[in-house]
């Protein structure tokens, strides 16, 4: 056979040859792949998706790839703070490639995650508004809203997950009750803490060294009971009704587009501190009594000089420190509740308590769940999931209606 292959170069010259015994080569390995895979079809198919990969990354590498696969047009705007971000994420990053398919509305997910990738030591780039799928190691669904009433073609191996930070009466995902859904959904990024990832609203945090605040000077001269920010104002935990029978007892001062009281439009900074010299309480009533479902009015007014009354579904004292919130679940009615406030007004000392967690804990508002899933997905196959039926995982017994409304 090396005779006749010797002769067969001479013929057609040598680096030729070579050419072709290089090609044949190349083709056989590529047979003997597809032969030795899951089947001939699947084997193409990871063939395919790692040709359609690799433009995508070197224009990632570039600086390009919202141009290529993020359908941006030129007239989309882009703040400096989300373009400081993806500069940061794309030029020193590929890795893993993380697809969001669809924005939340009103807010900006994609700016928050590419924060949360670009001090993450875990390697991942995320795109956005793809529509080519099969390039991408992962697919997070933003199931408010989601447009689409079938599932987009799934290749081997993909992560889908399924995003919400709304409770499931606000979550607008009945698509994904379709049957075509179902064993789609690997990984869960909510609230929820027995999501895959979990994405919390904030998160108390133990000091390493506790500290030794003046409690006294703080509470002292505080001359109003209690406050409400609400702009909803009938929800699915009729909160409303909660509060008018506790105002048969006591004084509460309602801010916002349910109530009479104003407060500097979007100055945060200053109704903070108005909260902290002026009022004793403040009620963190949750618009939904839903399974873990806690959110920010929790951990931002936590962080004030103030005392929370804490109302919806979750289990408070997973989430926050002994002492440091007064739950509504623990009375048997809105008037109980009222009368323990007012007994609170009287006594500064029993009020005082409800300070004594912050020398030991504090409030950490800066989550990485982007990184939590970056880091998964460089092992994905040590967390390798299916939900059966997603919906049904989020829906199913997750909230109920009140039953605390008697007078």
Partial sequence: MYAEMNIYCKQIGYRKCLMNIVCIGFASSVLWMCLMGNGFNLNLEMLKNTFQRRPIELSIRKGNHSSVIANKTEEESTTPKETSAKNQNTSAKVGKLILLKNNPAGWNLYSILLQHLSRCPAKCTLVKSGNNLSAFDAVIFNAVGYPENLPPRKVP????????????????????????????????????????????????????????????????????????????????????????????????????????????????????????????????????LCYDYLTEKVFHYIEQQIVLVVRGGADYSKFLPPNSFINTADFKSPKLLAEYLLYMDKNHTAYVEYFKWRNHYYVDTDESPGCRLCTKLSNATAYANVYNDIYSWWHKDTCKRPNDLRS
């Fill in 157 to 288: 191996g993909q992560v889908w997950v399924y995003f919400t930070l709304e409770s499931p009466y606000h979550s607008a995902d009945y698509k994904f009750n379709r049957p075509e859904w179902r064993n789609m959904f690997n990984w869960t990024m909510t609230y929820r803490a027995d999501s895959n990832i979990w994405y919390p609203y904030g998160r108390i945090r133990k000091r390493e060294k506790p500290i030794q605040l003046d409690f006294q000077g703080l509470t002292k001269n505080k001359t109003k009971l209690a406050a409400w920010f609400v702009s909803h104002c009938r929800t699915p935990g009729e909160r409303h009704k909660y509060v008018q029978k506790m105002k048969k007892t006591i004084s509460v001062d309602i801010f916002g587009g349910c109530g009479d009281k104003k407060c500097p439009p979007n100055n945060v900074t200053l109704c903070g501190q108005m909260l902290s010299r002026d009022y004793k309480f403040y009620l963190a009533f949750e618009n939904s």
